[in-house]
T-cell receptor, first 114, second 111 residues
Protein backbone atom coordinates (compact mmCIF):
# COMPACT_ATOMS: atom_id res chain seq x y z
CA UNK A 1 0.00 0.00 0.00
CA UNK A 2 2.98 2.27 -0.60
CA UNK A 3 2.20 5.78 -1.71
CA UNK A 4 4.48 8.09 -3.65
CA UNK A 5 7.96 7.81 -2.18
CA UNK A 6 10.41 10.67 -2.34
CA UNK A 7 13.98 10.75 -1.12
CA UNK A 8 15.83 12.25 0.42
CA UNK A 9 13.36 14.08 2.66
CA UNK A 10 15.92 16.78 3.37
CA UNK A 11 18.89 17.75 1.23
CA UNK A 12 21.52 20.36 1.96
CA UNK A 13 23.83 21.57 -0.77
CA UNK A 14 26.36 24.34 -1.14
CA UNK A 15 26.10 26.81 -3.99
CA UNK A 16 27.46 25.33 -7.20
CA UNK A 17 26.83 21.70 -6.24
CA UNK A 18 24.34 19.35 -7.85
CA UNK A 19 21.09 18.18 -6.28
CA UNK A 20 19.35 14.93 -7.24
CA UNK A 21 15.82 14.32 -6.06
CA UNK A 22 14.19 10.92 -6.49
CA UNK A 23 10.57 9.92 -6.80
CA UNK A 24 9.01 6.47 -6.98
CA UNK A 25 5.36 6.66 -8.08
CA UNK A 26 2.52 4.67 -6.60
CA UNK A 27 2.25 1.11 -7.82
CA UNK A 28 0.45 1.02 -11.14
CA UNK A 29 1.02 4.71 -11.86
CA UNK A 30 2.99 5.58 -14.99
CA UNK A 31 2.56 9.36 -14.94
CA UNK A 32 4.81 11.54 -12.79
CA UNK A 33 4.65 15.26 -12.09
CA UNK A 34 7.12 17.53 -10.28
CA UNK A 35 6.06 20.69 -8.43
CA UNK A 36 7.99 23.30 -6.46
CA UNK A 37 6.66 25.01 -3.35
CA UNK A 38 8.16 28.13 -1.85
CA UNK A 39 7.37 29.02 1.79
CA UNK A 40 3.74 30.07 2.27
CA UNK A 41 2.98 29.69 -1.42
CA UNK A 42 1.08 27.23 -3.55
CA UNK A 43 2.65 24.55 -5.66
CA UNK A 44 4.03 25.49 -9.06
CA UNK A 45 4.09 22.91 -11.86
CA UNK A 46 7.51 22.08 -13.25
CA UNK A 47 7.37 18.99 -15.46
CA UNK A 48 5.20 16.03 -16.45
CA UNK A 49 6.73 12.73 -17.50
CA UNK A 50 5.70 9.29 -18.55
CA UNK A 51 8.08 6.38 -18.74
CA UNK A 52 11.08 7.46 -20.85
CA UNK A 53 9.28 10.56 -22.13
CA UNK A 54 8.97 14.18 -21.11
CA UNK A 55 5.43 15.23 -21.97
CA UNK A 56 5.32 18.80 -20.68
CA UNK A 57 8.24 20.77 -19.27
CA UNK A 58 6.69 24.21 -19.60
CA UNK A 59 7.25 24.99 -15.91
CA UNK A 60 10.86 23.96 -15.81
CA UNK A 61 13.60 26.64 -15.80
CA UNK A 62 15.48 26.50 -19.08
CA UNK A 63 18.88 26.15 -17.50
CA UNK A 64 20.33 23.90 -14.79
CA UNK A 65 17.13 21.85 -14.31
CA UNK A 66 16.41 18.49 -15.91
CA UNK A 67 14.13 15.55 -15.24
CA UNK A 68 13.91 11.96 -16.33
CA UNK A 69 11.73 8.94 -15.75
CA UNK A 70 13.64 5.90 -17.03
CA UNK A 71 12.15 2.58 -17.98
CA UNK A 72 13.47 1.12 -14.75
CA UNK A 73 13.83 2.99 -11.50
CA UNK A 74 12.55 6.22 -10.02
CA UNK A 75 12.01 9.58 -11.63
CA UNK A 76 14.90 11.98 -11.03
CA UNK A 77 14.80 15.76 -10.81
CA UNK A 78 18.30 17.11 -11.23
CA UNK A 79 19.45 20.62 -10.42
CA UNK A 80 22.95 21.55 -11.48
CA UNK A 81 25.06 24.37 -10.03
CA UNK A 82 22.48 25.15 -7.35
CA UNK A 83 21.90 28.73 -6.20
CA UNK A 84 20.24 30.08 -3.05
CA UNK A 85 17.01 30.69 -4.96
CA UNK A 86 16.64 26.96 -5.55
CA UNK A 87 15.86 26.47 -1.86
CA UNK A 88 12.30 25.13 -1.74
CA UNK A 89 10.22 22.03 -1.17
CA UNK A 90 10.00 19.84 -4.26
CA UNK A 91 7.01 17.55 -4.53
CA UNK A 92 6.40 14.65 -6.83
CA UNK A 93 2.95 13.37 -7.72
CA UNK A 94 1.79 10.38 -9.70
CA UNK A 95 -1.41 9.34 -11.43
CA UNK A 96 -2.59 6.20 -13.22
CA UNK A 97 -3.29 8.13 -16.42
CA UNK A 98 -3.60 11.56 -17.93
CA UNK A 99 -6.61 13.80 -18.43
CA UNK A 100 -8.11 14.63 -15.07
CA UNK A 101 -6.91 11.67 -13.10
CA UNK A 102 -6.28 12.49 -9.43
CA UNK A 103 -2.66 13.18 -8.63
CA UNK A 104 -1.26 11.71 -5.42
CA UNK A 105 1.65 13.48 -3.79
CA UNK A 106 4.69 12.35 -1.89
CA UNK A 107 5.93 14.12 1.25
CA UNK A 108 8.49 16.11 -0.69
CA UNK A 109 12.19 16.89 -0.56
CA UNK A 110 13.18 20.02 1.32
CA UNK A 111 16.21 21.45 -0.45
CA UNK A 112 18.37 23.96 1.40
CA UNK A 113 21.22 25.78 -0.30
CA UNK A 114 23.99 27.11 1.92
CA UNK B 1 -2.36 29.96 -18.72
CA UNK B 2 -4.85 29.36 -15.93
CA UNK B 3 -4.89 31.64 -12.87
CA UNK B 4 -6.43 30.40 -9.62
CA UNK B 5 -7.16 32.74 -6.74
CA UNK B 6 -8.02 31.49 -3.26
CA UNK B 7 -9.59 33.24 -0.28
CA UNK B 8 -9.21 33.70 2.60
CA UNK B 9 -5.51 33.15 3.22
CA UNK B 10 -6.17 32.43 6.91
CA UNK B 11 -9.32 31.24 8.63
CA UNK B 12 -10.05 30.55 12.29
CA UNK B 13 -13.23 28.83 13.42
CA UNK B 14 -14.55 27.40 16.65
CA UNK B 15 -14.74 23.65 16.89
CA UNK B 16 -18.09 22.50 15.56
CA UNK B 17 -18.59 25.50 13.29
CA UNK B 18 -18.41 25.38 9.50
CA UNK B 19 -15.52 26.58 7.35
CA UNK B 20 -15.79 27.79 3.76
CA UNK B 21 -12.89 28.38 1.38
CA UNK B 22 -13.46 29.94 -2.04
CA UNK B 23 -11.52 29.80 -5.28
CA UNK B 24 -11.93 31.43 -8.66
CA UNK B 25 -10.34 30.42 -11.95
CA UNK B 26 -9.80 32.27 -15.19
CA UNK B 27 -9.85 29.69 -17.97
CA UNK B 28 -13.32 28.44 -18.88
CA UNK B 29 -11.71 25.31 -20.36
CA UNK B 30 -10.74 24.08 -16.88
CA UNK B 31 -12.77 20.98 -16.14
CA UNK B 32 -11.30 19.30 -13.07
CA UNK B 33 -11.04 20.83 -9.59
CA UNK B 34 -9.32 18.94 -6.76
CA UNK B 35 -8.86 20.09 -3.17
CA UNK B 36 -5.83 19.16 -1.11
CA UNK B 37 -5.05 19.28 2.60
CA UNK B 38 -1.44 19.80 3.61
CA UNK B 39 -0.20 19.27 7.13
CA UNK B 40 3.12 20.61 8.37
CA UNK B 41 6.04 18.73 6.88
CA UNK B 42 3.81 16.57 4.68
CA UNK B 43 2.77 16.48 1.08
CA UNK B 44 -0.66 17.58 -0.13
CA UNK B 45 -3.35 14.97 0.41
CA UNK B 46 -6.33 14.81 -1.94
CA UNK B 47 -9.53 15.21 0.08
CA UNK B 48 -12.19 15.73 -2.58
CA UNK B 49 -12.47 16.61 -6.25
CA UNK B 50 -15.18 17.68 -8.67
CA UNK B 51 -15.51 17.61 -12.44
CA UNK B 52 -17.13 20.26 -14.57
CA UNK B 53 -20.19 18.19 -15.36
CA UNK B 54 -21.18 18.16 -11.68
CA UNK B 55 -22.37 21.09 -9.56
CA UNK B 56 -21.87 19.66 -6.10
CA UNK B 57 -20.19 16.71 -4.43
CA UNK B 58 -20.24 15.63 -0.80
CA UNK B 59 -18.16 13.23 1.25
CA UNK B 60 -19.17 13.06 4.91
CA UNK B 61 -18.29 16.45 6.45
CA UNK B 62 -16.70 17.81 3.29
CA UNK B 63 -18.52 19.22 0.27
CA UNK B 64 -17.45 21.07 -2.84
CA UNK B 65 -19.60 23.26 -5.07
CA UNK B 66 -18.82 24.45 -8.59
CA UNK B 67 -20.32 27.37 -10.49
CA UNK B 68 -19.05 27.13 -14.05
CA UNK B 69 -20.77 30.32 -15.19
CA UNK B 70 -19.10 32.40 -12.50
CA UNK B 71 -15.93 30.32 -12.63
CA UNK B 72 -15.70 29.71 -8.94
CA UNK B 73 -15.72 26.71 -6.65
CA UNK B 74 -15.83 26.34 -2.89
CA UNK B 75 -14.89 23.88 -0.17
CA UNK B 76 -17.26 23.47 2.77
CA UNK B 77 -16.25 21.69 5.96
CA UNK B 78 -19.01 21.17 8.51
CA UNK B 79 -18.71 20.28 12.20
CA UNK B 80 -15.04 21.19 12.19
CA UNK B 81 -12.64 19.35 14.47
CA UNK B 82 -9.14 20.29 15.67
CA UNK B 83 -7.64 17.70 13.32
CA UNK B 84 -9.07 19.67 10.39
CA UNK B 85 -6.44 22.34 11.12
CA UNK B 86 -4.09 22.45 8.13
CA UNK B 87 -3.42 24.36 4.93
CA UNK B 88 -5.96 23.73 2.19
CA UNK B 89 -5.24 24.21 -1.51
CA UNK B 90 -7.62 24.36 -4.42
CA UNK B 91 -6.48 23.56 -7.94
CA UNK B 92 -7.81 23.67 -11.47
CA UNK B 93 -6.85 21.56 -14.45
CA UNK B 94 -7.59 21.91 -18.15
CA UNK B 95 -6.45 18.59 -19.49
CA UNK B 96 -5.31 16.98 -16.28
CA UNK B 97 -1.63 17.13 -17.03
CA UNK B 98 -0.86 20.25 -15.05
CA UNK B 99 -2.60 21.45 -11.92
CA UNK B 100 -2.78 25.18 -11.23
CA UNK B 101 -2.87 25.72 -7.49
CA UNK B 102 -4.27 28.50 -5.36
CA UNK B 103 -2.05 30.09 -2.75
CA UNK B 104 -3.59 28.16 0.14
CA UNK B 105 -5.78 28.78 3.18
CA UNK B 106 -4.42 28.15 6.64
CA UNK B 107 -7.35 26.81 8.67
CA UNK B 108 -7.21 26.79 12.46
CA UNK B 109 -9.96 25.06 14.41
CA UNK B 110 -10.06 26.33 17.97
CA UNK B 111 -11.08 23.71 20.55
Amino acid sequence: NAGVMQNPRHLVRRRGQEARLRCSPMKGHSHVYWYRQLPEEGLKFMVYLQKENIIDESGMPKERFSAEFPKEGPSILRIQQVVRGDSAAYFCASSPGANNQPQHFGDGTRLSIL
Amino acid sequence: GENVEQHPSTLSVQEGDSAVIKCTYSDSASNYFPWYKQELGKGPQLIIDIRSNVGEKKDQRIAVTLNKTAKHFSLHITETQPEDSAVYFCAASIEGNQFYFGTGTSLTVIP
